[in-house]
């Protein structure tokens, strides 16, 4: 039964992964237990001067710190928060076998963070921590992934909560382990050439049901948008995520936050590649097109129980993957660029992965943004889909490590994207000196070499012709997130970093309003002490700012926003405009367009007019800026008001003082005039110019000495070495050569 399915036949990818409860020997070789105290996490917000900062201290300049200590050593990380991993209107759902669905509100998704290793050159951090005061729960959870890089190794350390039997009351503790400790079966056993991956097309047997013609569209719609530049980029494949009733009890421990932060974070893995690949979508390989790919969360299902009707959540559902997909993919998942599910079973023939292959091509359909299709045996599919699923299929059965969990993912998003297997060339499965396999080979390797975590050459053009061709359905990439101390869509307040830590008296760690608060004080401005503030009440809201605006206004005791202040009256002078008046629309107008509502104010180029109000006709194709007084008889010859700027300088006294060539003019005049007194005041107004000149007084004459003396030397050296050469001669034949140098 041909679907155009890549099946992912990992077999042995991770064959020995025990269960990580307490209690149970874990499959590594190595690994350390830390609790919470351990981790030391600080926000910082600091205050310098921009010239003092490199441009990586300027990224991370507002940042968080984490610092802990594990391996014998320090780990001081330096994170700033991801905004572009959930989307702002992310939606959790709990659904349940005969009951209706709930949705998770208070999950604090903001606790993501990216970042690098202090004084770690080439170092990235993906990570997931819940702050305890601010989290409301005993048992915080904290994921992490710290990547070192070296030329062709990278050293990955791995954090992952010590996952505690349902009902413990103890403490909570943390796994900090490194990659190369995993301990597989895959490799003790020798069996490392099994091969992991079948492919199967038969586009014959599936059709589209959206137009043929969509596709051919794609390239000169984006062709279109990249010329007016008028839409944010679009770089974003919006996912939902969905984790059946066997994975939430094994994975994620029947605890709702604790699958769905494991979920959110074994994206931020996969997204984390994604994001650094350079594509090959624009010709210019150094264009930012070329980045920045990657993922955003939009949903996450999680099913707490079996379903009663035969599907994919079933209690004694198939373990065929194929017959897992056909049934996944018989709920429309059409609004969304890829729909993912994540299972805890062992499937037949060691399939650890399924995925519909993305196409460039218009009649080929599957993969990213593909809408519904048909086949022979359902009358309607989704085709964007792929699954996952997370235990081992060895004989030690147990689950795979969060190492291990996104290589697998991660190469089934590729399929998805339109790669196919890495084919036997040297550019794209070098040895392992040379940094070892990619991400697409289509044998099992260990993550722990440098390219194990990249995709090669061959990958990534299969993939940017599908970015190409498909990237219309992309989304832009999110800004917002909790904490900001801004209220976005999907946010009732937000009380910034004292929210964060829930310390905000009106509004929570989720941007939700705490009970009995109508309002928040931190963003709203008719709002006191978590209410409404009372009927003429003054308040200062952002639409104040307007010059052509009173200053304030005053609440009228039902709404919390500040109401919009009373305009100023007519002719009430302004400041945008030199000698400005307010309209009656509350705009401030030019002298220009006082006299006509078609001219605006420009700057006159002549020398003499260039700190004059000068005036043209906005609607003309050709109109010359004059002054004001040459187009309007009535109005007298006036200037711009002092320290307005003019034409390339500055108004002084009705000059136009030109700002960088003054120093030099200023200069020859204190030359001519030869006054040391001059000279000094010139220097103590313009210290930079008089360091310039300094320094070129004195550096040129050196130059010149330097170079006069170095030139004497080597003309110096030269004849000594004619006259050496001379003398030796000589000696072997004097006559002649004495006769010669006579001539």
Request: glycine letters at 4%.
């Amino acid at each position: 039964m041909g679907y155009g399915l890549i099946a992912l036949i990992i077999t042995s990818l991770i064959n020995y992964t025990e269960q990580i409860n307490q209690g149970d020997v874990l499959p590594l070789k190595k690994y350390q237990e830390l609790e919470y105290e351990s981790f030391n996490f600080q926000t910082q917000k600091s205050r310098v001067n921009k010239r003092e900062t490199s441009v990586l201290d300027s990224v991370y300049l507002q940042s968080n710190r984490l610092k802990f200590r594990a391996f014998d050593r320090e780990f001081n990380l330096i994170l700033k928060k991801d905004t572009h991993l959930v989307a702002n209107n992310i939606n959790i759902e709990l659904r349940y076998s005969n009951k209706p669905s709930e949705y998770l509100n208070d999950f604090f998704s903001s606790n993501y963070y990216t970042g690098i290793v202090d004084n770690e050159q080439d170092s990235q951090v993906i990570l997931y921590f819940e702050n305890q005061n601010s989290s409301n729960t005993s048992q915080p959870l904290i994921f992490a992934q710290i990547r070192l890089k070296t030329k062709n190794l990278s050293t990955n350390y791995y954090i992952e909560p010590l996952i505690q039997p349902n009902g413990s009351k103890n403490k909570q503790k943390y796994i900090v382990y490194k990659s190369e400790d995993v301990q597989s079966d895959i490799y003790a056993n020798g069996i490392f050439n099994t091969t992991f991956c079948r492919t199967k097309y038969a586009f014959n047997s599936m059709s589209s049901v959206y137009n043929s013609t969509k596709s051919d569209e794609y390239s000169e719609i984006r062709k279109k948008r990249q010329s007016t530049n008028t839409e944010p980029r679009r770089n974003r494949c919006n996912l939902a995520l969905v984790a059946d009733h066997k994975f939430y009890r094994e994975i994620g421990n029947s605890n709702d936050r604790l699958t769905t932060a494991y979920l959110m974070n074994i994206i931020a893995s996969v997204n984390g590649i994604y994001t650094t690949t350079k594509f090959n979508i624009e010709e210019d390989t150094d264009s930012p097109l070329n980045t920045n790919y990657g993922f955003s969360i939009e949903k996450i299902i999680i099913h707490k129980e079996p379903s009663l009707s035969d599907n994919y959540n079933s209690a004694n559902s198939s373990s065929d993957s194929e017959v897992i997909l056909d049934q996944f993919g018989e709920e429309d998942w059409s609004s969304y660029c890829l729909a993912h599910l994540f299972t805890y079973k062992v499937l037949n023939n060691g399939v650890l992965g399924l995925a519909y292959v993305g196409s460039p091509h218009k009649n080929n359909v599957g993969g990213m943004c593909s809408e519904i299709g048909w086949s022979r045996k359902t009358s309607r599919l989704s085709v964007n889909t792929g699954l996952s699923s997370y235990k081992s299929s060895s004989s030690n059965q147990g689950r795979l490590l969060q190492k291990e969990a996104e290589l697998v993912t991660a190469h089934e998003f590729g399929h998805n994207w339109g790669s196919e297997h890495d084919p036997r060339k040297l550019e794209c499965t070098p040895s392992s000196s040379d940094g070892g396999y990619y991400i697409m080979y289509p044998y099992s390797n260990s993550g722990n070499e440098i390219n194990n975590n990249r995709f090669s050459s061959c990958s990534i053009n299969y993939i940017s012709e599908v970015l190409k061709a498909r990237s219309d359905c992309l989304k832009p990439e999110s800004t917002a997130f909790c904490g900001n101390d801004r209220v976005e869509p999907g946010e009732e307040c937000d009380g910034g970093m004292k929210g964060r830590e829930g310390l905000d008296p009106c509004c929570d760690y989720n941007c939700k309003l705490r009970p009995n608060s109508e309002c928040s004080d931190n963003n709203h401005y008719c709002c006191q002490g978590c209410k409404i503030a009372p009927q003429n009440y003054k308040c200062y809201s952002s639409s104040n700012f307007f010059e052509c605006f009173n200053d304030y206004s005053f609440c009228d005791g039902v709404s919390k926003d500040c109401p919009s202040p009373s305009q100023r009256p007519k002719d009430y002078p302004c400041n945008s405009y030199d000698k400005g008046k307010c309209n009656e629309n509350g705009q401030c107008n030019s002298l220009c367009r006082q006299m006509d509502k078609h001219y605006e104010q420009c700057k006159c180029s002549n020398k003499e007019e260039k700190c004059m109000v000068c005036c043209r006709d906005a609607f003309a194709n050709s109109s010359v800026c004059k002054p004001i007084h040459n187009i309007f008889p009535q109005v007298s010859l006036t200037y711009l008001s002092e320290g307005r700027p003019c034409l390339e300088g500055i108004c002084e006294k009705n000059i136009c003082q030109p700002k960088i060539k003054d120093h030099m003019r200023r200069l020859w005049k204190i030359i001519e005039k030869g006054s040391i007194s001059a000279f000094v005041e010139f220097a103590r107004r313009n210290i930079v110019a008089a360091v310039i000149v300094i320094s070129l007084a004195i550096w040129i004459p050196l130059s010149c000495c330097i170079h006069f003396c170095h030139d004497k030397r080597i003309k110096s050296e030269y004849q000594q070495m004619i006259r050496r050469e001379y003398q030796k001669s000589r000696l072997v034949n004097n006559d002649e050569f004495d006769d010669n140098f006579d001539q």
